[in-house]
């Protein structure tokens, strides 16, 4: 059959570097292999023999030119994290499939994986020539399938019963795509959202840019010092607007209600879902967004996890300015990457300001909160 030449060559990125797989990388592979919740989705490979068998029928496939299989180093470490190929490789239709792609849960929420993604398919399109480039999941796996829709690729329906994979069962397959006439579009979003990752420049209101706009993701409770100050500004907005909330709230002092605060965050974050995300300006935060994961509580169509937007705070100067919306964003797209599609967002009644902003971002008002204080509880606050 024809080839694809250079089907796999060294591809080098910011995060990852993805090397052609050699018979020397075996047992660094091997390593990268052994956490089990990797295989939730995918044919075991923890077990040697097993193993041993996946990467000769790799090398057997690269032989005969339907696959070429990449080794995914992190460039932090230099560690080796895992993997990721190309197959069904198609060269008369100039067709390849990006997939078998595996990380270590210690890539997990990298970028690692998005960025070998971009690296495949700017090597697909620009180099093999290729018109179009496949996905395929296991339908059941949300977190997959969010992330391939949030490239983005095109969803083409499921196969149904489609194949049995060892160790996980009969599976149903959902398939994507992304064309070559799609491909500047979906390489410019994924340049953008690992540029905001890495705090690269951004803009605000308008599409107008701002050179001095960081936005960077964060989940280490170590950092949360530098988010209390924004949280402080949000405070007083809060004591500003619901003014008639104070007789009703316990008199704790600022410092109080701040130490409450930061202990919630950090029990958030124990979750490795959770995350927040800082905008600086020239350097100098000026606003945060704080997101915890839990399973929903209500009734209506949502997937089988929910976010919760904790808190968006922005200094008093820079309201306005569109640096909500672009947190927002940045919010958006780490969901993305997680599989969640949906989250949640509460707001004081009175704060109309907060309650407009959220309606313009596209949320809508799905149920009311109604707080009540016990008949037997007294004064005691």
């Known amino acids: ?48 023999e097993r193993f041993d068998q996946w990467l000769a029928l790799s090398f057997e496939a690269e032989e005969e030119g339907h696959e070429g299989t990449f080794v995914t180093r992190l460039n932090a470490d230099g560690k080796v994290a895992g993997s990721s190929r190309f197959l069904n ?14 990380l270590n ?14 690296l495949m398919m700017r090597h697909a399109f620009e180099t093999l020539g290729c018109v179009r480039v496949e996905f395929k999941t296991d339908a059941r796996n949300e977190r997959s399938r969010a992330a ?14 489609h194949k049995i994979v ?30 905001r990752a890495d705090g690269a420049s951004t803009s605000l209101a308008g599409g107008a840019p701002r050179p001095d ?23 007083s907005h809060h004591v500003e607007v619901t003014p008639e909330l104070a007789p009703q709230a ?18 958030w974050l124990s979750d490795p879902d959770a995350f927040f995300i800082v905008a600086a300006l020239g350097g100098a935060p000026a606003g945060y967004a704080f997101v915890s994961v839990g399973m929903p509580y209500a009734s209506w169509d949502v997937g089988s996890r929910l976010a919760t937007l904790e808190t968006l705070s922005i200094l008093p100067e820079h309201r306005g300015t569109g640096l909500g919306a672009a947190l927002l964003d940045a919010v958006w797209e780490r969901l993305a990457e997680l599989g969640i599609a949906d989250m949640q967002i509460v707001t004081t009644s009175t704060n109309t300001g907060a309650k407009r902003f959220y309606e313009r971002q596209g949320f809508s008002l799905r149920m009311d909160v109604y707080y009540g204080k016990s008949p037997l509880a007294g004064d005691a606050r």
């Open 213 to 235: 706009l960081t936005l960077r993701r964060g989940s280490d409770p170590a950092e949360l010092d530098q988010l209390m100050p924004l949280w402080d500004a949000l405070q």
């Open 89 to 102: 490789v198609r060269p008369a239709d100039r067709v390849v499939e990006i997939g078998w792609t595996w």
């Open 166 to 195: 060892p160790d996980v069962g009969q599976r149903d397959s959902a398939f994507y795509s992304v064309i070559d006439s799609e491909w500047p579009a979906v390489r410019a979003n994924l340049e953008r959202r690992l540029g």
């Open 250 to 267: 316990p008199a704790r002092t600022h410092a109080e209600a701040a130490r409450i605060r930061r202990g919630k965050y950090e029990r």
């Open 148 to 161: 391939l829709a949030a490239l983005p690729a095109r969803f083409e329906g499921i196969l149904r019963n």
């Open 1 to 48: 059959m024809a080839r694809l030449e250079k089907l796999t060559t060294r591809l080098e990125g910011s995060i990852v570097t993805l090397e052609p797989l050699r018979v020397e990388h075996a047992e660094e592979l091997w390593e990268a292999a052994q956490a089990p919740e990797t295989w939730a989705w995918l044919a075991n490979l923890n077990e040697r």
């Open 105 to 118: 849960p210690r890539a997990w929420r990298s970028g690692a994986n998005l960025e070998a993604k971009l």
